[in-house]
């Protein structure tokens, strides 16, 4: 599943740097998760990174976009060009 940013982010700028993926970026408004980069950090730690730093507690799992483990870590494998072991 990737995560989103609701409208309770309050620009703080924390979480952008902290995605391994670069998926975060500033919207119009707020920050905002490209989905198709989102792998909630699977691969890279063992929680979300930008939970982690959000000082609202405004970043949620996106219920348009459901994806098991297996498939976060697919996707990290082709984001970062390795491959399975």
């Known amino acids: 599943?990737?995560?989103m940013i609701t409208d309770?982010?309050?620009?703080c700028d924390v979480?952008?740097?902290?995605?391994?993926n670069n998926a975060i970026s500033?919207?119009?408004e707020i920050?905002?998760?490209d989905p198709d980069k989102c792998t909630e950090c699977v691969g890279h730690?063992?929680?979300p990174q930008c939970r982690e730093v959000c000082p609202v507690?405004?970043?949620?799992v996106n219920p348009d976009h459901e994806e098991t483990q297996d498939q976060l870590m697919e996707k990290?494998?082709?984001?970062?060009?390795?491959?399975?072991a």
Do not use: S
């Not at 309770?8 to 620009?11: A, K, L, Q, R």
């Not at 990290?76 to 399975?84: D, V």
């Open 26 to 28: 500033q919207g119009e």
């Open 8 to 11: 309770e982010c309050i620009n």
């Open 1 to 3: 599943m990737a995560l």
């Open 45 to 47: 730690y063992d929680t």
């Open 15 to 20: 979480c952008e740097p902290e995605c391994p």
């Open 76 to 84: 990290f494998l082709r984001l970062t060009g390795q491959k399975a």
């Open 57 to 60: 507690d405004c970043i949620p």
């Open 31 to 33: 920050y905002v998760i």
